[in-house]
């Protein structure tokens, strides 16, 4: 995804790091029930909230992500991808529920 940190898939890597439901969580927090490192997690945070800066809610809802996927992907691939990414059903991606669902979509 063009501006995101380079999110190569970490060797060894076979299953994603379990997290709780907080989207408070601090930098080290998510570094730590993710495969990103701190600065990655930055990275990302910064990254969400430029995609949220005109929302609202200032969450990435439905329209933000397809407009972030369907360039690649198609709009029932981008819904499937949302509701994965979107773990507590409230139809908006958290900063937490997007770098956790980063996480486990690029390194398991």
Do not use: H, W
């Amino acid at each position: 995804f063009e501006g995101l940190p380079n999110l190569a898939p970490v060797g060894g890597a076979t299953s994603a790091k379990t997290v709780g439901r907080d989207s408070g969580e601090s930098v080290e927090r998510l570094s730590e029930v993710t495969y990103f490192s701190d600065d990655e997690v930055q990275d990302l945070r910064r990254q969400y909230t430029d995609l949220t800066r005109l929302s609202p809610s200032k969450q990435i809802d439905r329209n933000i992500f397809q407009g972030i996927m369907c360039p690649a992907f198609s709009e029932a691939l981008a819904n499937f991808v949302f509701d994965a990414f979107d773990k507590s059903g409230t139809g908006l991606i958290s900063v937490k529920e997007f770098i956790c669902g980063l996480s486990v979509a690029v390194r398991g």
